[in-house]
Structures are given as structure tokens and as C-alpha cells.
């Protein structure tokens, strides 16, 4: 697998900037940790002292310079206290093929829906509450349901003509495409009552690192945007099903509502309705990264391979599944 492909190269690259990346020259070890679709993390150890050894393979959002758009995205949040901070940063792929940064380690365990939701609050409201900058370097998101229709067009584009996909899953997308746009004029509500935040867009629970200090991992590819972004996708059964069994309650839904609103100290702030106007737009983004990924599932040469997002991918992209996520909005 690539990660142990690459773990002499990484050994010999950090060896040859050890004072670049340690604060002394003492011995190190190098350790494979966890890997997403994109992305391929190592343990850093010296002396006692820990940080994240990040590789990237690809981008999702087509940015030519991946690893430095993540980078970046650290920087502008190291103030929040709830993401970790950058360390060091290598974009050159002179010696790696790959952009490659480090950052701090934070030790816990992830997220557990029935406990933790007020801590997860916590923590988007520290995000949520950082003022973002004229002149940030992220990708902006202001037509809310016109990127997720834009994105679910290139996601979909190599679907149509896949092998790989069943002929009901495109038919349901395709109705799915002409409902969203059918409905594309209610992001108007977005524009009219405009509130920008940095989101994360990938908050699944095991992007929540929960411990002494509780953080928020894993800033690929955030976006400049309505918070209702991350609060859908959070509370989501595309999101709580992804690593767990759990599916939240109106009732653990309102709770979260109130704490999240207590952390920004916006009480009167209407992220319910918001929430509720973005959900299917959100689940478009979700199920047609799915049915993307199915697709690059089932042509060789995919970087990185984890079976279990295979599995997971093949239970979403089930008819009946997929019927009824969106049976709220449309029928088929």
C-alpha cells in the first residue's frame, strides 16, 4: 500500500531537515497513523514530543497547490484553540512527489454522538466565531444551492456512462439534478440574510478529536461560507451513519441548536432555518461524492484504497437508501 511505499523516502526526507522539523538533531521515529481518501498521516516522536506528518495526494476541490491551501486554512484558524496548529510546510514535491506539511499532535478519541454534542458546539462555535479576512486565500461559497449543483455536475460527470453504477442510482440522480435546480432560487434567503463563516465541510465524528483539549482535524478543503454548511452536514444521518450506527433525535438536534448558539453568543441566530433550507443540498453534495467515488473505487490506478469508505459508499448508494433520504422532497 502506498503508505508503507512511501515510509523509507519520509524517513530519509525528514533525516535531511530534522532541524527544520525538530527542535534537535535526537533520534526520531516514524509511524503510520490514519489515512483518508486523499490523504496519508504519520506520527512524528522525538523525545517524547509528538506532530502529524501529513501527505497529500490529490485535491478535491482543484486546487493546484493542495497541501498549501490546508496549510493555509490552519493558519487562519490557529487562533480558534480548537484546530491544530501548522508546523512546517512542503510544497515543492522536489524530493516527495507529494505536498507534505506537519503539524501539532493533540491526543483524545472521536466523537460520540450520544455524550458529546454540546463539546461539538463548543467547538463550532470557536470556529464559527473568528472573524474571517478581507483577503483570506479560501474558496468562497455565496450562491449556497448553485455550488452544490455546479459540484454535483462535475461529481456526476463520469457516473452517466459508468458500468459501475446501476441504472436506477442514475435515474435517481438525474431526478435528484432536476430537483435542485427546480429549487435553486431558495438560496436568495442565503443572500438576503449573508453571514460568513470558515466552514470544514467534512465533520464527521472522527474528525472530532476529543481529549484535555478538544479539536477539530482534518481542513482539506474548507470553503468561506454560511455555517448552515457545517451544521447540516453535521447533524446529517449522511454524516452520523459514516463511522457509526447513530441517527439523532429531534430532541439531541434541539440541544445542539441551543449550545451552538450559547458558544456564538448569537441566541436569536436562526441556524434551524437555516439548516433546513440547505439539508437536500446537502445531501446532493454528499450521495454524489458517493456515487463519484464508486466510480474511482472501479478504475486501477486509485492512489489510496480503504474498504471500509467502499462498503460504506455501496450501503449509500443503495436504491431504497437513497429513496428514502429524499423522500421529504421528491419521489421516484
Not at 287 to 311: F, K, M, Q
Request: hydrophobic share 40%; charged share 25%; net charge neutral.
Amino acid at each position: 500500500m502506498l503508505y508503507q511505499t512511501l515510509e523509507p523516502a519520509l524517513l530519509r526526507y525528514v533525516k535531511n531537515r530534522q532541524t527544520e522539523i525538530f527542535p534537535s538533531e535526537a533520534p526520531f521515529t516514524l509511524r503510520f497513523l490514519a489515512q483518508g481518501e486523499y490523504n496519508i498521516n504519520y506520527v512524528l516522536e522525538q523525545e517524547g514530543r509528538k506532530q502529524v506528518l501529513r501527505v497529500n495526494t490529490a485535491s478535491q476541490i482543484r486546487q493546484a497547490n493542495q497541501i498549501k491551501y490546508e496549510y493555509d486554512a490552519l493558519q487562519l484558524l490557529k487562533d480558534s484553540g480548537v484546530t491544530p496548529k501548522p508546523l512546517y510546510l512542503d510544497d515543492s514535491k522536489a524530493e516527495i512527489p507529494y505536498g507534505l506539511l506537519t503539524m501539532e499532535f493533540v491526543p483524545g478519541r472521536p466523537l460520540r454522538y450520544a455524550t458529546d454534542l454540546s463539546r461539538a458546539a463548543r467547538i463550532f462555535g470557536q470556529i464559527h466565531s473568528l472573524p474571517v479576512p478581507r483577503n483570506h486565500p479560501l474558496l468562497t461559497e455565496e450562491r449556497l444551492f448553485s455550488a452544490r449543483i455546479d459540484e454535483a455536475q462535475l461529481l456526476l460527470s463520469d457516473v452517466w456512462d459508468s458500468r459501475a453504477v446501476s441504472l436506477p442510482v442514475k435515474q435517481f440522480f438525474s431526478r435528484f439534478m432536476d430537483w435542485a435546480e427546480a429549487h435553486r432560487n431558495g438560496e436568495r434567503y442565503f443572500l438576503a440574510n449573508r453571514h460568513f463563516v470558515i466552514n470544514n465541510t467534512e465533520v464527521n465524528s472522527s474528525n472530532f478529536i476529543l481529549g484535555a483539549r478538544d479539536v477539530l482535524i482534518d481542513w482539506e478543503k474548507p470553503v468561506v461560507s454560511d455555517p448552515a454548511q457545517d451544521i447540516s452536514q453535521f447533524l446529517s444521518p449522511t454524516t452520523t451513519l459514516w463511522k457509526t450506527d447513530t441517527v439523532l433525535s429531534e430532541e439531541q438536534k434541539l440541544a445542539f441548536f441551543a449550545a451552538y448558539k450559547q458558544a456564538l453568543g448569537l441566541l436569536d441566530f436562526a441556524i434551524e432555518e437555516r439548516v433546513r433550507l440547505y439539508l437536500p443540498y446537502l445531501y446532493l453534495r454528499a450521495l454524489s461524492w458517493c456515487a463519484h467515488a464508486w466510480v474511482t473505487y472501479h478504475t486501477p490506478g486509485r492512489a489510496i484504497v480503504n474498504e471500509d469508505t467502499r462498503e460504506k459508499i455501496r450501503q449509500y448508494l443503495a436504491i431504497d437508501q437513497l429513496k428514502n433520504w429524499l423522500r421529504p422532497y421528491f419521489t421516484i
